[in-house]
């Protein structure tokens, strides 16, 4: 099926007590997205947040080159966390990595709480390792499936919602825009950026061969180790997470200048992806922007997934 954008908006915020929305884009098919709703649906009483409410929007799309999109992300209210995983392998075997990963990583993270792991650590490395071997046992079944993997960064704000835990593999990425300055919270797992921390890169960085090849990604190394790390958050914090078909075409300065912008989120999301895509859409674009702020006082709090048109002006076409 062809691949589509899909937007995805949501709201959580103190003493909500509405059922668990979880997306991922495998296409425009929304019978697709709503099956995996109804798949994550979690308990109801577990997760509330009294410090922070937290709006996000996800938009999914394909690019100007890409015939097929590799990513998928989810949007989980009720565990407060959020994905992007970017697929690769030949065949559309990198579209089942990512997918795998989002089926896999919320199931496997409240199955650990649930066996009486109280460390966020472990929570989410068992998560990210969960997904690791569920894609290697794929692959193991399928040969041309072999060498499938994905990257994977997640954000998740346990309750009361005031620090978040930052979690991947891979070079997806997460940052925090805080008064006017953007802030990486992930390290690049590429080989460049491997010798590059180590001091050994001499020359121009951008005419480094094989800069994106990974150094680990879920499914496709024989060995992972996630990184892990933490954060307080403050109200008004936006937070982003990306797959590298943005990063590959804004640089921070741009980046920044979208975050900044008045506009809602929903417009913030989609003038990233629209502005990837003017400059050249090389990769699949996931974005999901995340905005921090008080609770609501009164009111009910919503969770929202739908199909938006988003921007079509630069359609996908044909490697």
């Not at 999914?60 to 998928?72: A, I, L, Q």
């Not at 892990?228 to 804004?250: A, F, H, K, P």
Request: with cysteine; glycine share 8%.
């Amino acid at each position: 099926m062809q691949a589509g954008p899909l937007l995805g908006a949501v709201r959580l915020s103190a003493g909500s007590r509405r059922e668990i929305w979880t997306g991922y884009r495998i296409n425009s098919n929304l019978n697709s997205i709503e099956l995996c709703c109804r798949l994550w649906r979690m308990r109801q009483s577990r997760h509330q947040l009294a410090k922070l409410a937290f709006d996000a929007v996800a938009e999914s799309h394909p690019g100007r080159v890409r015939d097929h999109n590799e990513d998928n992300f989810f949007i989980s209210p009720r565990l407060a966390m959020y994905a992007v995983c970017d697929g690769m392998g030949g065949h559309q075997a990198g579209e089942l990595a990512s997918q795998i990963a989002v089926e896999t990583i919320p199931r496997a993270f409240v199955a650990s709480q649930s066996s009486g792991h109280d460390s966020p650590e472990r929570m989410l490395t068992d998560s990210l390792y969960s997904a690791h071997k569920a894609i290697q046992v794929s692959a193991e079944a399928d040969s041309a499936r072999l060498g499938m993997g994905t990257t994977a960064v997640i954000i998740w704000a346990p309750p009361p919602g005031d620090v978040l835990w930052v979690a991947h593999v891979g070079d997806s990425r997460a940052y925090l825009f805080r008064t006017g300055n953007l802030q990486h919270l992930t390290e690049d797992h590429t080989w460049f950026n491997q010798v590059m921390r180590a001091g050994g890169l001499s020359g121009n960085p951008d005419d480094w061969p094989n800069r994106h090849v990974l150094s680990q990604a879920l499914g496709a190394s024989s060995l992972i180790a996630p990184e892990v790390s933490q954060l307080t958050l403050q109200n008004g914090d936006i937070l982003l997470l990306c797959s590298d078909g943005l990063t590959d075409m804004l640089d921070d300065a741009e980046i920044t200048r979208q975050l900044s912008a008045p506009m809602s989120l929903a417009d913030i999301v989609q003038s990233l992806v629209r502005e990837a895509n003017r400059r050249g859409g090389k990769d699949n674009i996931t974005v999901i922007v995340v905005r921090v702020s008080q609770p609501a006082q009164s009111g009910t709090p919503t969770a929202i997934l739908s199909a938006n048109p988003g921007d079509d002006t630069h359609p996908p076409r044909s490697r």
